[in-house]
């Protein structure tokens, strides 16, 4: 068990006759994900390591039930696919690419609020749930079976965290990256709300960075939580006023900063780890492992 | 990307939002030529960045002459790193009143939020700290746009006498704000002049995901940043003396803190994304050592889609040209193969962030 995802969800891939689709297609089969099908317009008709092809997510909706997508398509046409997902009535909508306009996504989400669709991402590596399934592009061999939850704004710094946390004999529950742009789909409350409520998850580390106030606006849930949370913040040594790599990462209006994150997450009494394997040391202090 | 004072205004005269007559020049002279033509001016340093009037990059001349010399002072300063090499010359405006309108994403809302105020012509950060009852907020929906009765409670909000005026004005500003892709489209001051409102000040922010849509100058050719974007990559310049290159901005970002808290300064950020392949890992050494006050450098990569033998074999092909020492982490796809290749070459390998982080300080500091 998991949250999100498992064994039997049903995945369409948009975008998976790109390189990074393909290629990305190709490790979730082996990671053992159910995926039924894909979309590249024009492309209808081929198969993809065996997974049939449609012109239109709406022919691929019709005839493989999807019950969730992931995208790969360039960051010009993602919008559209994320339209396309969400006129489908696809629940779960994982979006991978990476510079999507900021405008372009803000009508995405308004129209996503009278839809029954959940976005994650996008810029984001998507989910991970050990021994069920993984939508996404994280690394295939660095998960483990077991309780700790993991949400993260962050790409390959969660998989350092996850290769920890498993060399350590620390399993995942799941790992979700819900993506480093300033305008996502899924914030960080709402995947700790699914955290708290999965029986398989025990505690949680949540992995944030400079832009924004997504952490401190966490901070109230995380009181409320039985379980316990642990969080890191990364970007301390960042300056202002400069984008540092994520779109979203960037202190520009106040409240930003690492320091004043790490700040208000300590006085709100929430433990912050000073670097992954600190982290995962006060996990297991928490724990008693 | 920031566009100058001088373009934004240039848009906002095509969308007839009310500016004040001028031009930019590069020449002092011509800024005297301006002030022959348009009585008192202002004469204002054309830098990407805010703070320009603290820096004494906006002074005023009555006559032709002082504008010269004026503008001659300006073009020779330098504010926050950036050189001043063009001057915006204006009519000056004298205003009765000054207020501020502002356009940006509410990142939490995941809406546009427009922000007007009474106070206007100063730091608003400064107002939303002390005094944020001062600002006027409103969400709009991105999906319709901004509605007639939206943009006249802002303009009441401002100025009840005026507010037909500021209300034309605030639906102009939005459809800037969403035709050119802005993450920031901002008037401050917005001023009163005569009975009439102007733009007396023009900052526009454009998305930098949005600009295969629109056409604007490049301004960054020639720099790291913008070799580096050409590749794919996203480069920060700092202030230390260890180069850094990860691949993904969270990983850098973590790799730049364990290095401060180990004692080290990092020099830059050099974020060769995931997925970075060998000609991106190449041009990153290449970048990243050239810069004279860097002492060693850190490479720090987490393969996913990145093979690490892929970037072994890009290392090994640039290292001969690298002058100071180099500490290389490498873990994820490929590790085993990609440690093998670098253990043969003289080139200091580490197996956790951490290490890596000590280990290129210790290495800086004998250099």
Known sequence: MGILI?????????GITGHEGSLQTEQMLKFGTNIVGGVTPGKGGIEVYGVPVFDSAAEAIDEVKPGASVIFVPPRFAADAMFEAIDGGIGLIVCITEGIPVHDMMRVCAYLENSRSRIIGPNCPGITVP???????????????????????????????????????????ASVGIGGDPIIGTSFVEMLELFEKDPATRAVILVGEIGGTAEQDSIDFIKRMSK?????????SAPSGKTMGHAGAIVSMGGGTALEKIQALENAGITVGRSPEDVVKRVKNILEI | MMLYEHASKEIFARYSIPVPAGNPVTDADEAGVMAERLGSVVIKAQVATGGRGKAGGILTASTPQ????????????????????????????KPDREMYLGITIDRKARRPIIMASTEGGIDIEEIARNSPEKIFRMHINPLTGIHDYQSRRIAYSLDRRNSGQISDLIKKLYRIFSDYDCTLAEINPLALTDSVIVALDAKMDIDDNALFRHEFPEEEEGTLSGIAKKYGMSYVELEGDIGCIV?????????????????????????????????QIKTALRLVSSRKNVKAVIINIFGGLTKCDEMARGIIDVSPEIRVPLVVRLAGTNEEEGRKMLERLNITLASSTEEAARKVIELGHTY
Do not use: C, W
Not at chain 1, 133 to 155: A, E, F, L, T
Not at chain 2, 66 to 75: F, G, N, Y
Not at chain 2, 84 to 89: D, G, I, S, Y
């Open chain 2, 247 to 279: 691949n993904g901005a969270g990983l850098a970002m973590a790799t730049l803190d364990m290095i401060k808290q180990n004692g080290g300064e990092p020099a830059d950020f050099m974020d060769v994304r995931a997925g970075a392949n060998e000609e």
């Open chain 1, 131 to 173: 021994g069920e399934s993984k939508i996404g592009i994280m690394p295939n061999k660095i998960h483990r079976k077991g309780d700790i939850g993991i949400v993260s704004r962050s790409g390959t710094l969660t998989y350092e965290i996850i290769d920890i946390l498993s060399k350590g004999g620390l399993g995942q529950s």
């Open chain 1, 228 to 236: 316990p949370v642990v969080a890191y913040v990364v970007g301390v």
């Open chain 1, 6 to 14: 498992d064994k039997n969800t049903r995945v369409l891939v948009q």
């Open chain 2, 66 to 93: 002082e504008a010269v010399q004026k503008a001659r002072r300006i073009l020779g300063m330098s504010i926050k790193g950036l050189p001043v090499k063009k001057v915006l010359v204006e009519e000056y405006r």
